[in-house]
């Protein structure tokens, strides 16, 4: 561990656990009262990591409204200052033992379903509370080894109807209204989770408004084909969930999250029926 981690205040640290934007993560316990938290830890180096400090006030103010199993927990943003500046952030955290989608194992079709079950379920909760992730991706996605979820990073929130002066989001994941700057709103989360479900399945990314380009800067085509047509074991209505979410148009998209929660929950139970039906057919074949 770097020399500079030993000044900070109130937090004995034991180990890095991640690096994120202009961020590091550590595994730490608060001093106050000895709870094992996750701290993230920003240091003012260049002008642009005020957008950085801005992010974290963002994600503190917003995690602290919502109470939701699958939204990660803040607990305290401390601010460093130095001559009246702000040099330096420190946020706790809920420290959650697991590893983000992109990272993790190979998952059944079942086991996606019931993830994105959960994800979707984290996001209701935000969106009852009049917030918009705006940056769903399977980075900020984790998973524990008993297959429960936390979303993290809430950086990107904001209120339901913001305007963003300026493009943000994620590429692959971006939704169209957040390319042309238009009104943010629960179906903004809608296309990042169908975007996200689009690569869980397939392993390929949805074409977005912000296209891909080759090593000399060369739009690259994109089809955006039915998960169905790519992988012949996703049933078609499991195809037809993520094709809708991921439209163009956000009218075209389902209502909200109950409303994919609702569709997920009975390809959920056909799935399990069928095998449930398969085994029993198998003992009574013996």
């Known amino acids: ?10 937090f004995s640290i034991q180990k890095r ?6 961020s590091t993560i550590y595994l730490a316990t608060s001093e106050q009262d000895k ?10 180096e260049r002008p642009e990591d005020t957008r950085i400090f801005e992010q974290m006030e963002i994600e503190f103010k917003v995690a602290r409204r919502i109470d939701n199993p699958y939204i990660r927990k803040c607990y305290k943003l401390k601010k460093i200052r130095s001559m009246f500046k702000i040099t330096e952030m420190l946020l706790s ?6 590893i983000s989608l992109e990272e993790g194992p190979n998952l059944s079709l079942v086991d996606v379903l019931l993830v994105f079950r959960m994800v979707a379920d984290g996001l209701h909760a935000m969106h009852q509370m009049g917030f918009v992730h705006c940056d769903i991706k399977p980075n900020n996605i984790l998973m524990d080894k008993s297959g429960s ?4 990073d809430l950086g990107q929130s904001c209120k339901i109807g913001t305007i963003k002066k300026r493009i943000q989001g994620t590429p692959d994941y971006i ?15 809608v ?18 408004l912000i296209p891909k380009k080759d090593e000399m800067g060369m739009i690259i085509p994109q089809q955006c084909r039915a998960p169905h047509e790519m992988r012949k074991q996703i049933p078609i209505g499991i195809s037809k969930l993520v094709m809708d979410c991921v439209e163009n ?10 409303a994919i929660i609702s569709r997920l929950d009975l390809m959920i139970h056909s799935i399990m029926g069928d095998k449930i039906r398969a085994n029993k057919n198998g003992s009574n074949n013996n």
């Open 1 to 10: 561990m770097g020399k500079d981690i030993l000044d900070i205040g109130g």
């Open 17 to 22: 656990i991640g690096i994120g934007a202009r």
């Open 35 to 44: 709870t094992i938290i996750a701290l993230k830890r920003v240091i003012f």
């Open 93 to 98: 955290m809920e420290y959650f033992d697991g």
């Open 149 to 152: 979820i936390k979303i993290i």
């Open 175 to 189: 939704a169209p209204e957040q390319v042309n700057r238009k009104p943010m709103g629960p179906k903004t989360d």
């Open 191 to 208: 296309f990042n989770l169908g975007a996200t479900m689009y690569w869980a399945l397939t392993g390929r990314n949805v074409p977005t």
């Open 249 to 258: 148009d956000p009218s075209q998209r389902p209502m909200n999250m109950m």
